[in-house]
Structures are given as C-alpha cells and as structure tokens.
Nanobody, 127 residues
Framework: QVQLVESGGGLVQAGGSLRLSCAAS????????MGWFRQAPGKEREFVAV????????YYGDSVKGRFTNSRDNTKNTMYLQMNSLKPEDTALYYC????????????????????WGQGTQVTVSS
C-alpha cells in the first residue's frame, strides 16, 4: 500500500506558475501509475494528468494540456506537477492518487481506477 501527501499549493496570480509535489511512503512507489485530479466545491472530480511507472509516458486532460507537466522521481518516491500559465479556472483542491497498472495510460481518467489518495492541496488563481 501507499500513503500520499501533497504539497506546494497556494495563491498565485493568473499567468503565474506553481509546482505541486506528491510524496509517497514506502519503497513500492515505482509499482504504481500516478495521477493528479482536481475538484472545486460542488463540482465533480476532474482528471488532470497521469504518468506511468517509469515516468516515460504521460497523458493530460484537455483543459491543462500544454500548460501542465507531470513528472516523477522514483529514487525520491515523489511525483511533481509543474503548472504554468495558470488561469482562474484552475482553482481547485488538487489530489494525487496511485493506481495499479494494467490499462492503457490514456484510459486512466476515472477516479475509480485509483486505489490510494492524498488529502489534497489547495490551488487558488486570482485574476
């Protein structure tokens, strides 16, 4: 099993950047696909990004494609989300999650596919 802790959220102006981190406990981090989701109050959880076990392949939601970059460092048991050109619409609570591999990476959009979740870190983008 994996325990996940997000960090790096905060308040930023539109057009600015943030980098989120997701730290995983244990030494089995590399066994999992890792994903990012976000959720605003009263709205459904939205897929943001997913990365495969080695970090060699990534897939992004349409709303963040070209602006966000997902990466992982398995030697540090950490996943990162570099968020550039932020918009007010990006304001949400951001969660990282871990999933057992087996499906094509482009299909890993559903929250139900992920077994472990962090508690989230708040990102607020002002206009």
């Amino acid at each position: 099993q994996v325990q996940l802790v997000e960090s790096g959220g905060g308040l930023v102006q539109a057009g600015g950047s943030l980098r989120l981190s997701c730290a995983a406990s244990g030494r089995t981090f590399s066994n999992y696909f890792m994903g990012w989701f976000r959720q605003a109050p009263g709205k459904e959880r939205e897929f943001v990004a997913v990365i495969n076990r080695s970090g060699g392949s990534e897939y992004y939601g349409d709303s963040v494609k070209g602006r966000f970059t997902n990466s992982r460092d398995n030697t540090k048991n950490t996943m990162y989300l570099q968020m550039n050109s932020l918009k007010p619409e990006d304001t949400a609570l951001y969660y990282c999650a871990a999933a057992r591999p087996g499906m094509a990476i482009a299909t890993m959009r559903g929250p139900g596919m992920y077994d472990y979740w962090g508690q989230g870190t708040q990102v607020t983008v002002s206009s």
